[in-house]
């Protein structure tokens, strides 16, 4: 599956942004995706991470009440909805698949998704 991110910028603190990932190649309703980040001198971080099959989503803390994942099977793209930014948001921002996840929640270790997209920067000021 290839996987090609857009919709990053740069936004005032409080604003928001949505991020799209288009998927195509392989069977898309099978994957685990997954939103991740990497900011200035930091390491790569999962954000947010949903099953292509239904179930729920699953947060890190550091997002919960301000961003929202979501599919759009048909059109097999990948959103983020970024609500509420805050500087510390500011980084580049990974979209991620992988067809062999399962467990109650979907993964949000980067070391499980073996698919990604090369990124869109996100900036909050």
């Known amino acids: 599956v290839q996987l090609v991110e857009s919709g990053g910028g740069s936004v005032e603190a409080g604003g928001s942004l949505t991020l799209s990932c288009s998927a195509s190649?392989?069977?898309?309703?099978?994957?685990?995706m997954g939103w991740f980040r990497q900011g200035p001198g930091n390491e790569r971080e999962g954000v947010a991470s949903?099953?292509?099959?239904?179930?729920?989503?699953h947060y890190a803390d550091s997002v919960k009440g301000r961003f929202t994942i979501s599919l759009d099977n048909a059109k097999k793209t990948l959103y983020l909805q970024m609500n509420s930014l805050k500087p510390e948001d500011t980084a580049m921002y990974y979209c991620?698949?992988?067809?062999?996840?399962?467990?109650?929640?979907?993964?949000?270790?980067?070391?499980?998704?073996?698919?990604w997209g090369q990124g869109t920067q996100v900036t909050v000021s």
């Open positions: 991620a698949a992988d067809p062999g996840l399962g467990g109650p929640d979907p993964p949000l270790g980067d070391h499980w998704y073996n698919y």
């Open positions: 190649g392989d069977t898309y309703s099978s994957y685990c």
């Open positions: 949903i099953y292509a099959g239904g179930g729920r989503p």
